[in-house]
């Protein structure tokens, strides 16, 4: 079976600091890999997307970026922490060539202080 | 922009009362529509996930969908308080294939 996991799950950070935050999945071959946020009350926000190594695509403008180093890692950086970056991050992947269903690694707490 | 609205809440509910959660949805192509629930300070997990018109029924759990009114909603029958969550919307864009969820319903059953 498929697993997902990502860390880590808490961190406090101060302003301009650099961030990373690890995702892996496991028991599945090339899939589409996601980097979501959550503020506080808010809804998903698709933040990165990738649909093998090295292909990287950004729905939003921001300080972070991603990259995808392994067909199961998904790396979201930060070289400069704002506070407006707290939040919520999920890591999720679903099957290439159309897959549907959406699974969630286990979420990342990110408090910028 | 293609958008994904449900009604924030919360939905307070009686114990073993049916909770009906809805979502609406601008995308005219969209085929593949999921309900998640999210249990506060938690990751989504999937519900239920539905792609023809009609009912689609899980245990406790009946999904609707109305494609001609762009209309999805999540029935929870016998409610019970561990069912207490928000509950997210989500439909596949027709034309790029990603998930656009809504804001999710909080959900709170009373015993």
């Known amino acids: 079976s498929q697993t997902i996991h990502q860390w880590p799950a808490t961190l406090v950070q101060p302003v301009g600091s650099p961030l990373s935050l690890e995702c892996t999945v496991e028991?599945?071959?090339?899939?589409?890999l996601y980097w979501y946020r959550q503020a506080a009350g808010r809804g998903l926000q698709l933040l990165f997307y990738s649909v093998g190594i090295g292909q990287i695509s950004s729905e939003v403008p921001q300080n972070l970026s991603a990259s995808r180093p392994q067909d199961r890692q998904f790396i979201l950086s930060s070289k400069k922490l704002l506070l407006s970056d707290s939040g919520f991050y999920l890591c999720?992947?679903?099957?290439?060539?159309?897959?549907?269903?959406?699974?969630f690694g286990e979420g990342s707490w990110l408090t910028v202080v | 922009q293609k958008e994904v609205e449900q009604n924030s809440g919360p939905l307070s509910v009686p114990e073993g009362a049916i909770a009906s959660l809805n979502c609406t949805y601008s995308?005219?192509?969209?085929?593949?529509f999921f309900w998640y629930r999210q249990y506060s300070g938690k990751s989504p997990e999937l519900i239920m996930s539905i792609y023809s018109n009609g009912d689609k029924e899980d245990g406790r759990f009946t999904a609707q969908l109305n494609k001609a009114s762009q209309y999805v909603s999540l029935l929870i029958r016998d409610s019970q308080p561990s069912d207490s969550a928000t509950y997210l919307c989500?439909?596949?864009?027709?034309?790029?294939?990603?998930?656009?969820f809504g804001q999710g319903t909080t959900l709170q059953v009373k015993p």
């Open positions: 999720a992947w679903n099957r290439g060539q159309n897959g549907n269903t959406i699974y």
């Open positions: 028991g599945t071959s090339n899939p589409n």
């Open positions: 995308d005219r192509v969209s085929q593949s």
């Open positions: 989500a439909v596949k864009d027709g034309n790029t294939g990603k998930l656009i």
